[in-house]
């Protein structure tokens, strides 16, 4: 047994829950309180590996020593660190040629999130977040830009080295649908040991072409020796509540038109969304109810609740020098701001790792998980969007008017206005409904074998398997849909991917050392669909197919096998110089067989210069430039190649007669000649230390181009075709990444430790098809688009504006009212830089670390300021309410005009001015803020309990700056193309709450 006391090696403070391990077994503990250990040593030449996360890693001989004492220098970026790279393979950070960025797992379990990915936004640099405007939607992740044009841009999630699929099965479009979520929300932070972000090509070269846009890689946590009972418990309470919602609405003119409130029912359903009366003064007025009320301005708050989530985890971990096993239980309930909606999350996770004997080791995983979601709103323009309705209610319509009038004695809807799209928010809370469950199995077996202590062999199999069911009704009686409606989607989707590698790991000569690796993966993934749909209902509120009039019936289904063959070698001498290569062969099922194999290299290299020359400065610690080179490709989705017969028309099956299904040519012209995309990247930059590490800045210069790109494009429809599958287009990123890391105070009983991060990335278009001049990426209503157009930045926003001269005047109509214009380029989705500034603070027994997180240009169009203005609801609007709009221009002959109109009118038309909508997306503000106290060892000695700790934290809890009218600057609709279109999206949230961790 061998024991001692870790410390800091500038304050002499001990180190808490530093790991000590045996170097080449799993045998590990992590130190106390006190920074005391204690480890059994089988071996008297065996070495023990000590480390810490900001300092500098050490190994020591045990020699025969019972007693061991380390002090550790403090480093905030130490290149002797191991990260976990492709196919989970560790490589110290000064062997790279290329960028990596390591969070870990505890920075990112103390501020819950429902979405794992959401937590390093701010973090990483040249990565952008956007996060879901939607309760449990998808988040947005681009990796130094949008390389598609098209297609998907998100990376690839690999955890404990397996693929695993993120798919988003739905989806919000021009008309609003309902986000059900991605892949990676699933995953509990609690079980994170590190994430690590692969971002270039030579990075992620050895994933193939599934990692065509950077990957993530997730480590999970594994058992370890402990003292005590080895249970852990980390119980988390969440408290959310919204912003102010609609902060620049108007708060002096209530329901009506023209000055005047309605006097009769007709008159008050013809105005349900119009704030275009009079003042709102306390009088007594007419509501959609029939009744006379005091007129008063509403509170749109108070239709949100506050939401709460409870997480609690519980995680047993033990070990020895041949075995350590990790199990875990999550529960997360969530209760959303909005009415009746609701999250439950359980997770339940295995982690077993054996040494069999001294040359075949086995590891193994399984992670279940079951979520529920009940009453998500639909996102964008969809009536079942609560947001709709709010945002274009009359300024003085008293909310609980909405609420206790929203369903008739009958059960039916009642209406608030005559636009049957708007129905009233509190029938769709309570009236819809929307349930969703999704179970998950990830999972793993590998194994490696040392043929000798240079040579070895892994296998592994993995699959990610999960089923979803998603339901929705509306309710008889629903303006839109009076005799109901119902629908169900069943998703079953299955990966598996089998893998072998060959390493190689020998010292050459005295000065050289070469790593190589042969090895091969199988993937194969299955996806099964059951749509069903129902329209009509015989009896009321049964939602059962068979209670349906009309009903449609569809199923889905694709295969896709990708067989992969690569390898790579790495040289280094002296361990200063270091060269990889890499090579990789992946032959796709999707693409046709003279196309379907192809190879991706790939060549990095790194030189730590501080290491060589004698002659630098005392002040320079550390010294390192890199460089790689790589290209990689991407094939596309099953059944793309070939010409095939689908079910076409209508689509419906009436019981009582009507259409039937007709079978026909799918409406993309496929290309039976298609091939692989191509992405070549390369990248530069360079490490320097200063001060003994206590400062570290990182730089990195990227550019990559994406060519061959498979998209559809429009063709003319007497081909027989809407659309045409083709290779084309070119897409260009390139941009600059920084990282800085301090430590400005290191004393004895307080330290700061600072990181800020920098990212600018320049997205253009190169080229689309030949004479095709843009391609539409989304649209909206109000006829907004995004598009991509050559020679210009990807994400343009086009919309329509109103008619000016080259003098940029208004040319008016003959009712004195301008005229509708033209479409217009009105800004870019994209923003111009990323940044974060990360400070943590350390006094005694307490720290505090804050996030803030920022965004600088990129544009937003939002709809819903776009309603206000028409519906009379935005501050913009109270000008000449009282004697009109004074309006000068030029009519259309040219004749200079000036004429007062009525604000109605003139603000309804300028409404139709897209450009008046478009605002700069910029924001900065308080991500994260947490404050823990760590109990000290003499109030826990004489308990079971090894740790603990107590923290209080905050998430989004304020803008420091944002300058985006009545919504999110996030509140895009979150699909990579939509993240610049907002239609009635959430307000943003704040979180608040404690977290309770302690170890038995």
Known sequence: MVKGVITDADTNEPLIGANVSVKGTVNGVITDFDGKYSIKVQEENAVLVISYIGYLSTEMEVAGRSEINAQLQVSVAQLNDVVVTAFGIKKEKKALGYAVTDVDGDELATVKSNSLVNSISGRVPGVNITAPSTFGGASSVVIRGNASISGNNQPLYVVDGVPIDNSNHSAVGMWGGYDLGDGISSINPDDIESMTTLKGAAATALYGSRAQNGAIIITTKS???NEGLGIEINSNVTLQQIYDVYDEFQNEYGQGTKGKSPVNLEQVLETG????GPRINGENVLFFDGKKHASSVNDLNEFFDLGKIFTNTVALTKGSEDMNIRVSATNMNNQSVIPNASMNRNSFNARLHANLSERLSVDAKANYISEKY??????????SNPMNALMKAPRNLPLSLLENNYKSTLGGHIPWGNDIWSPNPYWVQNEFSQKDQKDRFLGFVSAAYKFTDWLSLDVKAGTDYYQTTDFFSFGHGTSFKQVGEMGRDQFKNREDNYSAMLRFDKDITDDIH???MLGTNIMRTKL????????????KDKFVLNNFRKTRVEERFSKK????????????????LFFTATLRNDVSSTLKKSNRSYWYPSFSGSFVFSEVFETLPDWLSIGKL??????????TDPYQTDLYYDIVGQGYQNKFGGHAHVVGLNGTMPSL??????????????????LDNRINLDITYYNQRTVNQIMDVQITPTSGYNKMKVNAGEVENSGIEVMLETKPIAVKDFSWDLSLNFSKNKNEVISLVDGVNSLRLAEARGDIRIEAQPGRPYGEIIGKTIKRNEAGQLILDDKNLPKEGDHKTLGNILPDWTGGVFNSFRYKNFSLNALIDIKSGGDIVSMTNQAAYANGNHKETLAGREGGVKVTGVDKNGKPVSATVEAEDYYRVMARDVSNFVYDASFIRLKELSITYNLPKSIIEKTPIQSASFSVVGGNLFYLYEDVPNVNPEGGENSTDRIGIEYGSMPSIRTYGFNLKVTL
């Open 514 to 516: 070469l790593n190589a």
């Open 673 to 690: 000649d298609l091939k692989p995309s191509e992405t070549k990247s390369y990248e530069f930059g360079g490490v320097l230390g200063f």
């Open 528 to 539: 099964e669909v059951m749509d069903t749909w129902g329209e009509n209902m015989t009896q």
């Open 223 to 225: 058992g370890k020796f």
């Open 561 to 576: 096998g990708l067989n992969s063959y690569f390898g790579s070698v790495e040289a280094s001498f002296r361990n200063y």
């Open 626 to 635: 890199r460089a790689s080179w790589a290209k990689v490709g991407g094939d």
């Open 273 to 276: 969304n119009k704030s275009w």
């Open 374 to 383: 009940k009453n998500r709103a639909r996102a964008g323009s969809a009536p």
